[in-house]
């Protein structure tokens, strides 16, 4: 049994929630699906303490340290590649030589993590992907650098 908030909830979602081939669907060309991916470097985010309870969810925005994503990862095959900054049209797969197109057919895993990071475990979450399946183009940058706040 399914409670009135729930279906409430799922009711808003089918309204305003677009999944991501809905959108290709709806905008056609003009849409399209960028991953940006990086080697190493840093980034923003808001950290959780690892468990059950992380506590507060509005604690500071700080910088996270990023290593290497490991010679597997989508990272590190990128960065072997080419290891300086570089982007991927993927709309043209379909013309890359045969060894590229099975590679892109391929499950890889890229490191995946958002505005907020587990303490300490958020180096070893890693999502798998299929690339030519949901993105259109892929944006590598070998160090990242952590956006800096505005004082406004």
Known sequence: MVSEGAAGVREWLARVAWPLSSLRERFGTSYYALALLCGSGEFRARRLRPGPWPGPMDGPVVSNRLDRGGFNSLEGQLAAANPGDHLLDLRSASEAPDAV????DEPQMF?????????????CQFAPTNLTKEYDGLAYVAISTPSVPSDA
Do not use: C
């Not at 197109?101 to 892109?104: A, G, I, N």
């Not at 490191?111 to 180096?123: D, L, M, P």
């Open 101 to 104: 197109q099975r590679w892109l």
């Open 111 to 123: 490191r995946s993590f958002g505005a907020y990071v587990q303490r300490w475990t958020y180096k």
